[in-house]
């Protein structure tokens, strides 16, 4: 069964300084997507930025990248310029591919950003 | 245009009544999910629909707790009877695409039952 991992519960950064947030995952399928999704206290669930398996090129949103090593299974969100409108709850998840049929997010714990002024 | 509609936002009841929740994908969307979230268990996957059809029920924690989706543009989630450890925030999200397009989360229902 897949997992998604997020180590860090909670963290802080200066605005505009630039954070990592930390996401692992485990699969045994070669076929799939993965996301960041942003959860401020308004309780939204905001999608941030999405990375399918199969490109090389790690995905970019503005302020917002992503390191995927797919190897390590790893995938990490970079925020740059940090402002204080990035605090939230942030959610790794993943997503099986068409080859498993499987169209279930598995979803991480979450990090807490905090964005101190 | 319109993303994924929750209602209502917020619903206090008295353990033991029914409880109603309903959704309204984005049209287009062919995959309709469920989700609860709570501190302890995070976000879970209750059930989800593909073209109207339940796919997964795995995650519906008890028979108390059914959800249908009678067409392409609304789905429910019912909990009857309801208990105090049903709180929590009822998420629904929609994709399209054979589920490759993303998930469009509605604005979920808060839900406490006393």
């Known amino acids: 069964a897949q997992t998604v991992t997020q180590s860090q519960p909670e963290m802080s950064v200066q605005e505009a300084e630039t954070v990592t947030l930390s996401c692992t995952y485990d699969?045994?399928?070669?076929?799939?997507?993965l996301f960041w999704y942003k959860q401020p206290p308004s309780r939204q669930m905001i999608l941030v930025i999405r990375?399918?398996?199969?490109?090389?090129q790690n995905a970019t949103e503005n302020r917002f990248s992503v390191n995927f090593q797919k190897a390590a299974k790893s995938f990490s969100l970079k925020i740059s310029d940090s402002q204080l409108g990035d605090a939230a709850m942030y959610f790794c998840?993943?997503?099986?591919?068409?080859?498993?049929?499987?169209?279930?997010?598995?979803f991480g714990t979450g990090t807490r950003l905090k964005v101190l002024a | 245009d319109a993303g994924v509609i929750q209602s209502p936002r917020h619903e206090v009841t008295e353990m033991g009544q029914e409880v109603t929740l309903r959704c309204k994908p984005i049209s287009g969307h062919d995959y309709l999910f469920w989700y609860r979230q709570t501190m302890m268990r995070g976000l879970e996957l209750l059930i989800y629909f593909n073209n109207n059809v339940p796919i997964d029920d795995s995650g519906m924690p008890e028979d108390r707790f059914s959800a249908k989706m009678p067409n392409a543009s609304f789905s429910t989630l019912k909990i009857q009877p309801s208990e105090p450890r049903d709180s929590a925030v009822y998420f629904c999200?929609?994709?399209f695409g054979q589920g490759k397009g993303p998930q469009h989360f509605g604005d979920g229902t808060r839900l406490s039952i006393l």
């Open positions: 998840a993943y997503r099986g591919g068409l080859t498993s049929g499987t169209y279930k997010y598995i």
């Open positions: 990375q399918e398996a199969y490109k090389q």
């Open positions: 699969t045994s399928e070669s076929d799939y997507y």
């Open positions: 999200a929609s994709s």
